[in-house]
T-cell receptor, first 113, second 116 residues
């Protein structure tokens, strides 16, 4: 069965600092991986996704993630945090042919001035 | 713009009083999902429709029902809401699964349900 683990339920960075949100997955088949962002009282917005091809994936708002099969990881990074990046971030893996998403527990990103 | 719309954004109901949440989409996607999200938790899938084919998750309580009268609309009915059903309810859509680009889900803004 597929699963996702996000290391760190809360991450706090200073404005302008590097953002690193960790995600490890478990999958018996080549995974489709996603990062979603959720602002308070909003739905989930897709930041980026990995399906096949290039392992470094660029998304919206300056975020990127690298798929590392050997480490079963899909960590999310951004070189310089902005106050507007404060939100909840969810890593997810797609479950085979059903299309269902298996979510990690979420990481709350706090950005300090 | 193509999108997923949920109405209302905030819904207050009384304990035991049936409530219906609605979702509509202009993406013309075959698959529609309903999730329940409680505070500080990940979304939990309740059920989904693949066209008119209804797929219930094994642990979804019978209190939760759904209807999809056409491609564009899907409803979540809570027959007798309890205090534990207070949550954010998210609707999402996607193209059919199985292709490299098909598994992306598009989410609506959610309906926050309060049960008094």
């Amino acid at each position: 069965a597929q699963s996702v683990t996000q290391l760190g339920s809360h991450v706090s960075v200073s404005e302008g600092a590097l953002v690193l949100l960790r995600c490890n997955y478990s999958s018996s088949v080549p995974p489709y991986l996603f990062w979603y962002v959720q602002y308070p009282n909003q739905g989930l917005q897709l930041l980026l996704k990995y399906t096949t091809g290039a392992t470094l994936v660029k998304g919206i708002n300056g975020f990127e993630a690298e798929f590392k099969k050997s480490e079963t990881s899909f960590h999310l990074t951004k070189p310089s945090a902005h106050m507007s990046d404060a939100a909840e971030y969810f890593c997810a893996v797609s479950e085979g042919n059903t299309g269902k998403l298996i979510f990690g527990q979420g990481t709350t990103l706090q950005v300090k001035p | 713009d193509a999108m997923v719309i949920q109405n209302p954004r905030y819904q207050v109901t009384q304990f035991g009083k049936p409530v219906t949440l609605s979702c509509s989409q202009t993406l013309n996607h075959n698959v529609m999902y309903w999730y329940q999200q409680k505070s500080s938790q990940a979304p939990k899938l309740l059920f989904h429709y693949y066209d008119k084919d209804f797929n219930n998750e094994a642990d979804t309580p019978d209190n939760f029902q759904s209807r999809r009268p056409n491609t564009s609309f899907c409803f979540l009915d809570i027959r007798s809401p309890g205090l534990g059903d207070a949550a954010m309810y998210l609707c999402a859509t996607s193209r059919p699964p199985g292709g490299t680009a098909y598994n992306e889900q598009f989410f609506g803004p959610g309906t926050r349900l309060t049960v008094l």
